[in-house]
């Protein structure tokens, strides 16, 4: 008996050394001056060398930034230096806010993950999918046929609507929304939720995540159930609680049109059919998918309070278990949901309910699982790394480069870190 204990004593005393190893080794994980000097090299070789006007990168761990430098300026044409007040577009990583506004009234019971989206916007319940088929004459027709299960919220939240945005060359449905030019369009939401109801679907419900509109209908959803305009609600509920006061859908005061950050001249095309959105003009469209500005400031307390799992200085936002559930992939191996072919969360991440979710490791490096991020299309991105209680953003303007900046910089990033 008194082996025995002996042994369990050894075992425990040896398991209490490895965990305390193992925490004292995650608790070191810090960054190195020499990893973040390449970091500022590397943002300062991109300005000298022409590809973007200037850049501002915030990273923060344990509440506090352990790094931020402004770079270069806001506007070549202006030359104004960057600065902790400088608006940017921030296209995509409006997603992560409104499917923030999404899931409070999931937590309130006045929305559920399973509602069809036709329960909100009834022109959703007459839905068509479209199917391109080949005549005998070898000319291709478009065909409707039935949805096998209606679009559910939960689509809207993952990309699996069927929903696509459009462009040329990819299919007789995309040219239709293409075609339809939802992005300059220029409606009120209830307006642009209708038009885009008598489209049809590129895919069946809950099959494909294929990136497009869907976050554009669920800030219809937060609409409707709310009886406000989306900005309304986010105001109310999110942004002027977290002190989110730059973040809007244009700016609207002409004194803060100096502060505007522009892409290079040559750098403005988003798409061969659509130029980067001038934000000093007033738009009715308040896009949940796509179209707010704001400022690193702001969108640093949305990143920490979601690091923070769901509260801030104080206030509770959402529930740490609901922050869990949308920093979770929905679209992995057992829900035999394919991945279309623009599959940008890449090979080594799935998709939650608003965000990318890191599900492997890449080759060569010890990236942390669980980490969960978007970016936007004018050049910004961020993530939110729970295990080393670390976010980073990085604000630029660069439809071009955007891509190519952001794994350079995430790998730099880590590699600072040891990873």
Do not use: C
């Not at 890449?346 to 979710?357: C, I, M, N, P, Q």
């Not at 010890?366 to 910004?380: A, F, K």
């Amino acid at each position: 008996m008194n082996g025995r204990r002996a042994l369990i004593a050894a075992l425990a005393f040896l398991f209490g050394v490895v965990s305390a190893q193992a925490s004292s080794e995650r608790a070191a994980r810090n960054f190195s001056p020499e990893g973040l000097a390449k970091v500022s090299d590397y943002i300062r070789n991109e300005i000298a060398t022409g590809k973007i006007p200037g850049a501002i990168l915030l990273l923060q761990q344990h509440g506090k930034p352990v790094y931020y430098e402004n770079f270069g300026v806001r506007d070549v044409a202006t030359e104004s230096s960057m600065s902790a007040d400088t608006i940017f577009r921030l296209y995509s990583m409006s997603k992560p806010i409104t499917s923030v506004m999404a899931m409070m009234l999931v937590e309130e019971g006045k929305l559920a993950l399973d509602d069809p989206v036709s329960k909100y916007i009834p022109a959703f319940a007459g839905m068509k999918v479209g199917v391109e088929k080949k005549a005998e004459d070898s000319k291709v027709a478009l065909a409707l046929e039935p949805l096998e299960r209606p679009v559910t919220i939960k689509d809207l939240l993952r990309h699996t609507s069927g929903l696509p945005y459009g462009y040329h060359d990819g299919g007789a449905v995309r040219e239709l929304y293409a075609e339809a030019n939802l992005f300059n369009s220029n409606l009120s939401n209830a307006d642009f939720a209708a038009k885009i109801a008598t489209l049809p679907l590129v895919e069946q419900p809950g099959t494909v995540w294929d990136y497009g509109f869907s976050t554009d209908v669920l800030g219809r959803v937060v609409e409707v159930i709310s009886g406000k305009t989306l900005l309304q609600f986010e105001r109310e509920r999110l942004l002027d609680p977290l002190g989110m006061t730059e973040t809007a859908f244009f700016v609207a005061d002409p004194a803060k049109f100096p502060r505007v950050a522009e892409p290079m001249p040559e750098d403005r095309n988003i798409n061969p059919t659509t130029q980067v959105r001038d934000i000093r003009r007033p738009v009715k469209w308040e896009s949940g998918g796509g179209g707010m500005v704001g400022t690193v400031g702001d969108y640093a307390r949305f990143a920490q309070m979601l690091l923070n799992g769901g509260s801030y200085e104080g206030r509770r936002y959402l529930k740490p278990e609901t922050i869990a559930l949308m920093a979770s992939d929905h679209i992995g191996p057992e829900t035999k949901i394919a991945r279309d072919q623009n599959y940008y969360p890449g090979g080594s991440s799935g998709f939650g309910l608003g965000f990318a979710v890191r599900t492997s490791v890449p080759p060569g490096t010890s990236w942390p699982l669980g980490e969960y991020r978007w970016d936007g299309v004018g050049g910004t991105f961020f993530f939110i790394d729970p295990e080393d209680d670390l976010f980073g953003i990085f604000m630029v303007q660069t439809p071009s480069q955007r891509g190519r900046i952001q794994l350079a910089l995430k790998t730099l990033i880590y590699q600072a870190m040891g990873r």
